[in-house]
């Protein structure tokens, strides 16, 4: 018998990987299936979209009511021309028929072969259903990565069969499934017009579902399973660590667990998972910039998200954020942020993280090395004080070189900061970090040997600046239970 394992790369099944029950993550979907609802399920990347349709559609197929069909465009994303797209994306329908078991014979005849792409797709989908004996639920996968007229042009067939089914015969219900909602396939084809017109293919969607990351309860759940064939435990204040810092986003969950049993205990299952594993793992992760992390900051240098991060990063108002832009929607729908309690904010502390160590990269690299260590106390204390003076040394030499360098110009004073004290730090502790837009300040705390020090970093807003600042480190230093911090403004 395969042992089980905690999976990070591609859709997950109940025979090889640890696993939250796929169903229990969109409760409303099946309601929206039953009433023969068009509609999207999004979510960011690596949270089991791809896991929870799958079984979605193979219960669908087991309840004997209705035939599922799962079909991935992701071969079609190269074709932004229709005439060429709209051919392959039934190229999937004719592999996916092939190895299914609908009853049909010889699907693709000769005249739907030779029908106009602008019509080829919601031809053969009336010719399906047409012959079929119970009605067809159809998961398209990896839609928004259609391009331009492929795009636009398949969901305008899907529309006119939508609109005409009373009549004839159609898919009974589709489910569009990617990382973006539906508004954002609007910006992606608009290409700076207002409207499509009034044949938009979009106003069809009944409603846009999304896959939430773990709850608390799902992740002990998770880890459960591999204490009960094993008997490794996961000691709880390593299950609150890592829900924490991972806040249930379900790659991360996998990953660090993955991580402490494969790679630092050797899959030695008598020894516990513990805070002090998981922290290590979670390091580990993020110097490795695994292919999730990476695939995900590759996108910090778009410009559309480069408008959204920057006032986060630089914790302020003064550069407005349109909550209803559609660029704001991007960001949050990729994973990248999330907004609670009104506050933005990274959509995790270990994203948090990644998010600024991917921004610094470069100019920690180019640092002098004489800088590392040089405040470090025969006691190994740090010289903080002297640190934050050669700091502002620094910044009057270099301030001008360093910020042309960076695409986050207005970000550049933070992160060449958090460059230097990484830089500073590396090997020997790490920065605690709490950023998000609105709080007009950023929160630092360097731990080294077990010491920790507070620092406040604001934007210069005028008078009360100064006053304003110094109150929020004092709330700072009482929350770390230090005595001593730093203000920089």
């Given amino acids: 018998k395969m042992q089980k394992f905690f999976n990070t790369t591609g859709p997950c099944n109940t025979k090889q990987h640890y696993m939250v029950p796929a169903l229990e993550r969109v409760p409303d979907v099946m309601p929206m299936i039953e009433r023969g609802h068009y509609f999207v399920i999004h979510a960011a990347r690596q949270t089991g979209k791809t896991t929870f349709i799958q079984h979605l559609a193979q219960n669908l197929r087991l309840s004997a009511k209705y035939y599922a069909l799962y079909c991935s465009l992701e071969a ?6 229709a005439e060429r797209g709209l051919p392959q994306i039934l190229g999937v329908l004719n592999r996916v028929l092939t190895y299914s078991n609908l009853p049909i014979e010889d699907y693709f005849k000769k005249p739907l072969e030779n029908s106009s792409y602008s019509t080829m797709i ?48 159609f898919v009974h219900s589709i489910v569009l499934v990617g990382m973006r909602d539906v508004r954002d396939y609007k910006s992606k084809i608009r ?18 579902l999304t896959i939430q990351n773990f709850s608390k309860a799902n992740v002990v759940s998770l880890y459960q399973q591999h204490t009960q064939i094993t008997g490794q435990v996961f000691e709880k204040e390593a299950i609150d660590f890592i829900y924490e810092k991972s806040c249930g986003q379900p790659w991360l969950v996998n990953a660090i667990a993955k991580e402490c049993i494969d790679e630092l205990l050797k899959q030695d299952f008598t020894k516990n998972i513990t805070v002090q594993l998981a922290e290590q793992a979670i390091k580990n992760i993020i110097l490795r910039r695994d292919t999730h992390i990476d695939s995900l900051l590759d996108k910090l240098k778009e410009e559309r998200i480069r408008k959204i991060l920057e006032p986060i990063l630089i914790t302020t108002q003064t550069f407005e954020i349109d909550f209803s832009d559609d660029d704001f929607h991007y960001c949050k729908d990729l994973g990248l942020i999330k907004l609670e309690d009104r506050v933005l904010k990274p959509a995790n502390p270990i994203y948090a993280e990644v998010i600024i160590r991917t921004l610094t990269y470069n100019s920690q690299v180019h640092i002098q090395p004489e800088y590392e260590y040089k405040w470090v106390t025969p006691d190994k204390k740090i010289n ?7 700091f502002q040394a620094f910044w009057r030499e270099n301030s001008d ?44 705390c360097l731990k080294f040997n077990n010491q920790k020090y507070p620092i406040e970093l604001k934007l210069n807003y005028g008078a009360k600046t100064r006053t304003d600042g110094l109150q ?4 700072y230093m009482d929350g770390l239970n230090e005595k001593e911090g730093w203000l920089v403004i």
């Fill in 384 to 390: 903080m004080s002297g640190l934050l003076k050669d």
């Fill in 401 to 444: 070189i360093w910020q042309s360098k960076y695409q986050y110009k207005e970000a550049a004073p933070h992160l060449i900061l958090q460059a230097f004290l990484q830089r500073v730090i590396n090997g020997g502790g790490e920065i605690l970090r709490e950023y998000a837009y609105g709080r007009k300040r950023m929160d630092l």
């Fill in 472 to 475: 929020q480190l004092s709330e």
């Fill in 191 to 208: 290409d700076g017009r207002d409207t499509l017109g009034s044949k938009s293919p979009f106003n069809i969607i009944e409603k846009s």
């Fill in 76 to 81: 079609v994303h190269a074709f932004k021309d």
């Fill in 122 to 169: 919601s031809n053969s989908l009336t010719y399906l259903a047409q012959i079929l004996d119970k009605p067809l639920v159809l998961f398209f996968d990896e839609i928004d990565g259609l391009q331009d007229e492929t795009l636009i042009t398949f969901l305008r067939q899907l529309r006119d069969g939508y609109i005409t089914r009373n009549e004839i015969p």
